[in-house]
């Protein structure tokens, strides 16, 4: 019997195949990030943000979140065109593990995330970032738990809705409030008592300031270690529940 | 004979928000090794629920089944090994080619790479695919999509094969077609195959035996000579009358004329 390693590559490389088959997605989910490096980040040059480094050091981090937002989240999406077209169901009915069947897509996605975010960055470098590589390497660790994070949940609220008019609103209408709660695009230190309050409930943010933290090289910094537990919580919690939601019998 | 598949009141409601909706109330039948069985049964009668229970998609909410030696509820992954599924709405990618889409439903069921690719060539020898290993599904006539649905359903050698009214919105030369394809399946492998349909021209010329379901119950079986002779009047009845007699959704009797006051 092939292990669940084996069987979650079988998986993911038909999926990969499809994302290298259809390379606009992979531009799709980088636009929005893109468009707020371009033509935001030069208006933050200048501004004082209250935080350690200089404000590409300070927008990119964000951004990053922004792109792991809004390309995982919408991963679910595929299901339902699957579901619709009996892909899922002719899955299901072969002896393959349910849990290969979610882990191969979600490894998927955290790789078209990874090099969406190594493309985000090299441009982020271009128009005048600076970071040590190796706090670069500890955000994409970090983006990429996240992503996967959030592509299981998407996947698991996928397979419980029948149509993409169903589920994008219901992704949007939680992506926007906890992208902005999260102070992606500038630093929460700049928030009022109570927004800086609601935020400390948003997971996201203590991840854009652990990269904010290792972008400057401040590896010690508190907001390392929190953003770190933040998104192993995270990642926990989603991949056990995406497990479950994925694998019921009824789903 | 050697039985293959048994239900014990198997049965499914759904519950939706306008209440619950009795799918199917409790079907009880068995099928023999090799046999062609045709599910038969007017819209909304309970089939397509049905297979997806004894395919293990859907949980039953009562009942039993056994399939090729394996309990449903207690060894689902048992039974997936021994059982292809055709549903009523086929299940290939719009952007896979036939070539991926066979050495991937290979590997799913657990065959190595080679092996894989080995078999989705004689799946495509066989079932007639293999100058279109390299188009998509997109591309793929009805037909041809209906033969790589089977050829899918066939990778692993299943000893029983569902397939969901395999051949709705095929011309007639393509149905003539399947039609030989299941019973070379059965004649070469003894694969077991229970199938539904609404032409009742194809359960005549293909089932060993009908079972009619209605109203998620049910209401009649036994050979289709013996059906047209018990409900149709006589042996050479057509099965479309037979079939309204059983189901009695048909024509209305004349209603008696409403006594005058
Ligand atoms: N997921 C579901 N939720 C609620 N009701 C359902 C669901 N699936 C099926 N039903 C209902 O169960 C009944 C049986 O449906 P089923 O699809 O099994 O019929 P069928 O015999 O296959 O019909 P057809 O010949 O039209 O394909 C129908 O009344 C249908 O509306
Ligand atoms: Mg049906």
């Known amino acids: 019997m092939p292990s669940l390693f084996t069987e979650t590559g079988v998986v993911f490389g038909r999926y990969l195949r499809q994302t290298l088959r259809s390379r606009i997605s992979v531009i799709f989910g980088l636009m929005q990030p893109l468009l707020f490096l371009v033509f935001f980040g030069p208006l933050l040059r200048d501004v004082p943000l209250g935080g350690e480094g200089d404000s590409w050091q300070t927008l990119v981090p964000g951004l990053l979140i922004q792109l792991g937002l809004f390309s995982a989240a919408f991963a679910g999406i595929g299901v339902i065109i699957e579901k619709q077209l009996g892909i899922i169901e002719r899955m299901r009915v072969t002896p393959v593990s349910r849990s290969a069947l979610l882990f191969g897509r979600v490894l998927r996605d955290v790789v078209q995330l990874l090099v969406q975010s190594l493309l985000l960055v090299l441009l982020g470098i271009a128009f005048g970032l600076r970071a040590p590589v190796a706090g670069v390497l500890i955000a994409f660790l970090l983006v990429g738990l996240m992503g996967a994070s959030l592509a299981s949940l998407s996947y698991a609220f996928a397979m419980r809705v029948r149509t993409a008019q169903e589920f994008a609103p219901v992704v949007n209408s939680i992506n926007l409030p906890a992208m902005l709660l999260s102070g992606i695009l500038l630093p929460m230190a700049l928030a009022p008592g109570w927004l800086d309050t609601i935020s400390r409930f948003v997971p996201f943010r203590y991840v854009v300031e652990a990269i904010r933290a290792v972008f400057v090289g401040d590896y010690g910094d508190a907001a390392v270690l929190q953003g770190t537990l933040a998104v192993a919580v995270l990642a926990a919690v989603s991949l056990t529940a995406g497990v479950r939601l994925f694998g019921r019998a009824d789903a | 004979m050697e039985t293959i598949l048994s239900t014990h009141g198997l049965a499914r409601t759904f519950t939706t928000k306008r209440g619950t909706v009795e799918a199917v109330r409790g079907i009880d039948m068995t099928v023999e090794r090799g046999e062609i ?98 188009r998509k599904g997109a591309a793929l006539s009805g037909g041809q999509q209906r033969r790589l649905d089977i050829a899918l359903a066939l990778t692993h050698r299943p000893a029983v094969l569902f397939l969901d009214e395999p051949t709705t919105g095929l011309d007639p030369g393509s149905r003539a077609a399947l039609w030989d394809l299941i019973r070379r399946v059965r004649d070469e492998q003894r694969t077991t195959v229970f199938l539904t349909t609404h032409y009742l021209d194809e359960a005549d010329a293909l089932s060993d035996r009908l079972v009619v379901v209605d109203g998620g119950l049910v209401v009649a079986e036994g050979t289709p000579l013996d059906l047209k002779t018990r409900y149709g009047g006589s042996p050479d009845a057509g099965l479309q009358d037979t079939f309204i007699a059983i189901t009695g959704h048909g024509p209305k009797p004349a209603e008696p004329a409403p006594l005058a006051l």
Do not use: C, W
Not at chain 2, 46 to 60: A, D, E, H, Q, V
Not at chain 2, 77 to 101: F, H, K, L, M
């Open chain 2, 37 to 134: 069985l045709g599910f038969l049964g007017p819209n909304g009668a309970g089939k397509s629920t049905t297979l997806r229970m004894l395919t293990t998609l859907l949980p039953p909410t009562r009942g039993t089944a056994t399939i090729a030696g394996h309990d449903l509820a207690r060894d689902p992954v048992a039974v997936r090994r021994r059982i292809g599924y055709v549903a009523q709405r086929s299940g290939v990618a719009a952007d896979e080619t036939v070539r991926d889409e066979l050495v991937f439903q290979g590997r799913l069921y657990g065959l190595t790479r080679e092996d894989a690719v080995r078999r989705a060539l004689e799946l495509a020898d066989d079932l007639d695919l293999a100058d279109l290993l390299d």
